[in-house]
């Protein structure tokens, strides 16, 4: 399940990490990010890098509690975006709470409709976010289950987690918002914290799964860009967007999707062969490619 499936539960503990590094573009950039409670510097995403953040996989209709310890030197949050958990629980500080540096808090919510959410940083989140202070919530259905959608629904061979991230390396040296975050200029393409020629076969990015076999796609945007994806010419339903099915699966050969959008897709392995799946990355005004990310999608 190219690494999902390995942190389901309904306990979780997660700290703060502004120690963290990528190469993007040849050029060694820093990185913010949320890692699981230890000793040591940590990791983010499945344990062997640093942006993005670690994901969880909360069990639907449970009480979950997410513990949360700041190990840096600035406030920040835990926001459990589409969530809809109380306002105490919330993760915006005007209306919730901070933690500050070395100090720790305990978010409770019940999980809500087995589907794909996200979590981020909610202080000063035009910069935290891009940092990399964002990770992916796998909300199952309420038998635990890791080869189902949801209660009722499709059934799979094979996950995969897509997070898409754009990079402006000069925001990467900075401290906090101001004059110089007023413009976004991406200059990095990433999925799953890769750029090319990493995120192609990178083992929790491509897609591999049987002839016959269903493969499942979660797709979240956490790029400040639209994006475009399409699959080498493979079809695939959307069957659920922003955490809940869509009344009738809409089948397709491309996608778009917003900023903090998610989709999750069924692809059929009607045929064996090599496809490579590609994520372009779109100017909001002229609609232009500014970059692609891909990665391999095999049938096997």
Not at 140 to 153: E, F, T, V
Not at 186 to 212: C, M, R
Not at 224 to 237: E, P
Not at 240 to 259: Q, V
């Amino acid at each position: 399940m190219a690494g999902l499936g390995q942190n389901v539960g309904t306990q979780f503990s997660l700290r703060s990490r502004m120690n963290g590094s990528a190469t993007v573009g040849g050029q060694n950039i820093a990185t913010w990010y949320f890692a699981e409670q230890g000793t040591g510097p940590g990791t983010g995403f499945m344990g062997d890098r640093q942006i993005p953040s670690i994901h969880i996989e909360p069990i639907e209709g449970q009480l979950i509690t997410v513990d949360f310890f700041n190990q840096s030197m600035m406030p920040h949050t835990i926001h459990l975006h589409g969530l809809d958990v109380d306002q105490a629980n919330d993760g915006v500080p005007e209306t919730s709470s901070t933690v500050y540096p070395m100090q720790s808090t305990t978010y409770q919510f019940t999980a809500p409709h087995a589907g794909t959410y996200h979590y981020h940083c909610h202080v000063d989140t035009v910069l935290h976010y891009p940092m990399g202070m964002h990770g992916a919530v796998i909300v199952r259905p309420p038998d635990g289950s890791i080869d189902k959608a949801w209660a009722g629904g499709p059934t799979f061979d094979e996950e995969v987690l897509w997070q898409l991230h754009t990079v402006d390396r000069s925001w990467h040296s900075l401290s906090g918002s101001g004059p110089q975050t007023a413009r976004f200029h991406p200059d990095g393409f990433l999925l799953n914290g890769k750029e090319e020629p990493g995120s192609l076969d990178d083992p929790y990015t491509k897609v591999v799964f049987p002839l016959g076999g269903k493969a499942y796609i979660r797709m979240i945007n956490a790029a400040f860009q639209w994006a475009r994806v399409s699959l080498g010419g493979l079809a695939f339903d959307v069957v659920a967007t922003d955490g809940r099915p869509l009344p009738t699966p809409i089948t397709a050969g491309t996608w778009e999707i917003g900023p903090g959008e998610r989709y999750d897709l069924l692809v059929h392995g009607t045929q064996t062969g090599q496809h490579i799946a590609q994520i372009d990355y779109l100017d909001d005004y002229s609609g232009a490619v500014l970059g692609s990310a891909r990665t391999r999608v095999e049938i096997v």
